[in-house]
């Protein structure tokens, strides 16, 4: 291991994660507020919408991270639609990530008890208010766990940006072993640059998901009369 | 002398999914300030038709009215005349992510918009009539089941309903837990609160109501006064259902 080569390419990597932290970021955000409204649209069973959003997230779960990046890459260009890398990039997060959070969101929703929503409407609050202010509310605590493993995922996914000419960390680690065939060095930086941003991520995770377990509790499994 | 009649329905059609009818022809009158308690063997309808005076299920045919004014579950006005007709259920279903203060202010704070201060101290003192001023903090999962069932009271009185339905509100209860929920009830009927009452606990059906109606098979089978009724039921199908609350020594 030459740890000479290692130290001297800290700082390409260290400016590729932060590339690679940014796409994240900003494909998460938008996954997320995709991934929301689609599971409104869901939940309130919206006719037309529904059906688009069904179409979407099985298109978009069940394709590949790098044919969808490909199509935006090199297939939009041919509409006259042209995208940067890092466009591309967010955007193909995003469309991905969408169905992921949208199903976490929906199951969320769908697991607070009907009785619930009854108990709201029955104190006169609207079907928003109820929406809003009591399943809202217990729908993102129990998501938080899938959201979690999908914010985690989603990361990872980034690894194939590079293939749209994007600098981030795989990106640069091919560099250098294609310039200087340092396989081991450039591999060894490129896993140890992935685990520095992904543990305290999980860990983060792992302690929100402590936080929120109220919601476990005091649900009452009981059904609605007859 | 003759009541302010407040809630009425007219031939009250329902039934799930098209099949059979679960409401076969339900026709009833509420009075300002009377108690009636509604009791029948499982499966009777008694619950729906709770459910239905509030609108949460859609009804097939008929009408219901409130104060002469026909209330329909589509329309918008639904929610005003919601927040007039308060409902507790069966199983205690507090609001989990919210302090028991949370719970009884949400919908006076979010529908009424009422002054959050005044809100406090009314909560409060509900609190304290029904033991449980010491909670307003705690979570629900930290109650017991017939403290939660006393928050939900409380939570629906203070939207100042003019009619409560209670739904078999002690039948998820432990047996030592059912009085201090009853209790609470009680007091709320010597109080003149006008109430439609789901019960099986038999002798609380008698202490508290103003009038009985026994439910069969989506009918009211019989209808009287609470001493009659349960002294001498005239139907044989309310003679049969009364039984089986007596036991014989062996």
Redesign the interface.
Same mark, same amino acid.
């Given at each position: 291991m030459d740890f000479e080569f290692i130290r001297g390419n800290v700082p390409l990597y260290v400016e590729a994660a932060g590339i690679t932290l940014r796409i994240s970021f900003l494909g998460i955000l938008l996954s997320t507020v995709i991934g929301l409204l689609c599971s409104l649209v869901k939940v309130f069973k919206i006719p037309v919408l529904g059906f688009v959003v069904n179409c979407y997230i099985e298109i978009s779960r069940n394709t590949p991270l790098l044919i969808q990046l490909f199509f935006l890459y090199f297939g939009l260009p041919k509409l006259g639609i042209v995208l940067s890398s890092e466009g591309c990039a967010i955007t193909g997060l995003a469309f991905l990530g969408g169905s992921y959070m949208a199903e976490a969101f929906r199951t969320g929703i769908e697991q607070v #008890?009907k *009785? $619930?929503t009854? +108990? !709201? &409407? =029955? &104190?006169? &609050? +609207?079907k928003w $208010?109820v929406f809003l202010? *009591?399943i809202l509310? $217990?729908a993102i /605590?129990t998501s938080v766990p899938v959201f979690c493993a999908n914010i985690i995922f989603l990361i990872k996914e980034t690894s194939v940006f590079s293939a749209v000419a994007l600098a981030d960390l795989m990106f640069v680690a091919k560099d250098l072993i294609g310039i200087y065939y340092k396989t081991d060095e450039a591999l060894f930086m490129l896993v140890t640059a992935y685990l520095m941003i992904l543990l305290p991520i999980s860990l983060l995770c792992s302690w929100v998901e402590r936080r929120v377990r109220? /919601?476990e509790? !005091?649900? =009452? =499994? /009981?059904? #609605? !009369?007859? | 002398m003759k009541q302010e009649v407040i809630l009425t329905t007219k031939n009250l059609k329902k039934s799930y999914d098209n099949e059979q009818l679960v409401l076969k022809d339900m026709s009833f009158s509420l009075e300002k300030g009377e108690v009636v308690v509604v009791v029948g063997p499982s499966g009777c309808g008694k619950s729906t038709f709770l459910r239905c005076l509030n609108m949460l299920e859609p009804i097939d045919s008929g009408t219901i009215s409130f104060k002469d004014q026909v209330i329909e579950r589509d329309r918008k006005d639904a929610y005003t005349i919601r927040q007039k007709i308060g409902m507790v259920f069966q199983s205690y279903d507090l609001f989990p992510h919210l302090t028991i203060l949370g719970n009884i202010l949400l919908a006076p704070l979010k529908v009424q918009k009422r002054e959050k201060q005044e809100l406090i101290q009314e909560a409060e003192q509900l609190l304290k009539r029904v033991g449980l001023l010491d909670k307003k903090d705690a979570y629900p999962r930290q109650l017991s089941g017939g403290q939660k069932q006393r928050v939900a009271i409380v939570r629906a009185l203070m939207m100042h309903p003019e009619i409560l339905l209670l739904d078999e509100i002690t039948a998820a209860l432990d047996p030592e837990m059912v009085r201090e929920v009853l209790q609470v009830v009680l007091e709320l009927a010597k109080e003149g609160m006008t109430m439609v009452i789901v019960t099986h606990e038999m002798e609380f059906a008698k202490a508290v109501s103003d009038r009985v109606l026994f439910m069969d098979q989506g009918l009211v089978v019989e209808e009287g006064k609470p001493e009659d009724f349960f002294t001498s039921p005239q139907t044989e199908r309310a003679k049969q259902f009364l039984n089986t609350f007596h036991y014989e020594a062996i």
């Open positions: #008890p *009785i $619930q009854e +108990t !709201g &409407l =029955s &104190l006169g &609050l +609207t $208010q202010h *009591i509310p $217990q /605590a109220y /919601a509790f !005091g649900n =009452s =499994s /009981a059904v #609605p !009369g007859k | -």
